[in-house]
């Protein structure tokens, strides 16, 4: 299933049948994937006096409940109106799926007490590349990432001027392997979620954060199309499956 898109003066081919899902899937355990202080997901069948959605315990079909929140428990992907008092969907404002994409791979930097993402690893890694969307994938990368326990461990972030140098780069769609572009515990500044979206200026209703991807080690760095998929959510953030295409040589 090869696809040739026409992006500007350039024509590129992806074959379709060929996904690299960037996702981390939700399940209903301890061992899912799980950030900011809740409980695990659980998914459950529906019970009423007289009826189960079970097959298994004699209903006829399975039907259950999924209790989650999509920030905590997995991939997911988030508009502006995540850090806004006004509501924003993302449902509403993402209108656009397939990204010319670029992914990177980063080692966090020391500072202080923290690992931190800066300006400068993003300009060496980005360089004068044109994209819609960057894919940053942190090192060391162990598949680990699918069920860490990340509450209370102060994981890696982006530097303010980090975010602002990829809202300038043009940017829209950011994509990382972290529970969060900004620090665990920061007062609620919130500074690269702020910076990116241009909350102090013109908002960038289009603009996307998605984060909890995992991007496994045989993804090399380089070019892509990216598929960014989203459940029809109205809120200010849903469960998504990035999905990267290879560019054909």
Request: some cysteine; aromatic content about 10%.
């Amino acid at each position: 299933m090869i696809c040739t898109i026409q992006r500007k003066t350039t024509k590129h081919q992806i074959d379709l049948s060929k996904p690299l899902d960037i996702s981390i899937p939700l399940r209903a355990s301890k061992e899912n994937v799980n950030a900011w202080y809740v409980e695990e997901p659980k998914i459950f069948p529906v019970r009423t006096d007289e009826w189960v959605g079970n097959v298994k315990e004699g209903g006829d079909v399975n039907f259950n409940n999924i209790h989650f929140n999509p920030h905590a428990h997995g991939t997911h992907t988030e508009c502006v109106g995540h850090i806004t008092e006004e509501i924003h969907s993302i449902n509403e404002n993402l209108k656009r799926f397939f990204f010319y994409a670029e992914v990177i791979t980063v080692v966090p930097e020391k500072q202080d007490k923290d690992y931190i993402i800066s300006k400068k690893q993003l300009q060496f890694a980005i360089g004068n590349k044109k994209r819609e969307a960057i894919v940053i994938r942190t090192l060391p990368n162990f598949t680990d990432k699918k069920s860490m326990q990340y509450s209370h461990t102060n994981p890696p972030y982006l530097t303010e001027d980090a975010a602002i140098y990829l809202r300038e780069k043009g940017i829209d769609h950011l994509l990382i392997d972290l529970p969060s572009v900004d620090k665990e515990k920061d007062d609620g500044e919130l500074l690269a979620h702020n910076a990116f979206w241009n909350t102090n200026g013109n908002i960038r209703l289009n603009a996307t954060i998605t984060e909890f991807i995992y991007v496994a080690n045989r993804i090399e760095d380089g070019a892509y199309y990216l598929n960014l998929q989203i459940a029809p959510f109205e809120n200010d953030a849903t469960p998504s499956k990035p999905i990267l295409y290879k560019i054909k040589k």
